[in-house]
């Protein structure tokens, strides 16, 4: 017997070769978690004693079918035996499906798990359905394959909706999904078209974010547009960050970058006294910031246009103090980046 590691908090299996797997029937190979008190998963119990099983059951009770080989009515069956009168919505408590394989289409629409729901590694052979299911403790679907499509419209996730390393096959849909925790898709792959709601493309990015590989510069690039557009999806933030951008460069020249008067030209020379040729060297002074009344509606008018220039990529020719040439330079930088960007996040709106 293997020892547990240090602070392992499962349990050891008192008899791990015998009785929590299916004693297969004709599957000899079927790794089925057992319906106890029986010897076999769900899928190889006998009619009689899963006839048993399902009148047991009562809304809201746990159910363990890992590695259990469900078909579509075995798992309609299922459901239909923890159906709430009340609601009419089948109810699961701690629902345990690792490593599933659902052979037929697997139903779980307006299905309610109370408890903590694991699909992690599951098989969904067919098109898995999770319409309207409410999930209100954590769902996990770590490593699950959907092999067809899955549907999650108007599913809600109250707690943390695990997708990590989940391969979605032909089609994925989480239209109006509500995601209240953390949704994780790390890894998850999606092998065709993929509906996503509207608020959620925003987190779906975000995840992509945090998973980017530090050595691609682009990625860098693309993450600092994500940022500031709030993905392409908020044109709000593109345009409140390009509206700061533009208050904070205004007074930034009203402060320091726009000089007090026009600089004075100045010629500086000597006259020979033999009557010779003058030379003269005519030279302009370094405009500078005047000593007071530096936040007037005449400076701001000009710090104003001098930005307006900016947003447009255009030189406003204004003299400008030497802090003032440089913050017209950032300007001319960063405030058209920030205008583009509102540009395509409203024409991102439009187009959705
Ligand atoms: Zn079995």
Known sequence: MTPSPPGDPAPPDPAPSQGSHCDGGADPACRGRIVSPHQSCLAHLDARRRQEYFAGLRPGDAVDHRDTAL???????????????????????????????????????????????????????????????????????????????????????????GFRRAEFGEWAGFESVIFRGTAGFLAARFGGQLALPYTWVYGEMEMRRHSHSPRDAERWLLQAYWLLSGYGLRASRALGWLALAMTTTVLLLMGFGLPGSAPALRASGTLPSDGGPVTFEIDQEAPRNPAENRFTSKRFEKALRVTLDSVVFRSSGQDLTTTGAYVEMASRFTEPVLLGLGALAVRGRIKR
């Not at 089948?90 to 729901?117: I, K, Q, S, Y």
Request: one cysteine or more; charged letters at 20%; hydrophobic letters at 40%.
């Open 71 to 161: 078909d579509a009515e075995l798992l309609a069956r299922l459901l239909h035996s923890v159906r709430d009168p009340a609601t009419g919505r089948p109810t699961l408590g701690t629902a345990r499906f690792e490593g599933a394989g659902f052979t037929g289409v697997a139903d779980f629409g307006r299905t309610t798990f109370t408890r903590p729901a694991y699909f992690n590694d599951a098989t969904f052979h067919r098109d898995a359905e999770f319409t309207d299911t409410s999930f209100e403790a954590s769902a996990f679907f770590g490593g699950a394959r959907f092999i067809h499509t899955c549907d999650f419209a108007g599913a809600t996730f109250a707690k943390y909706a």
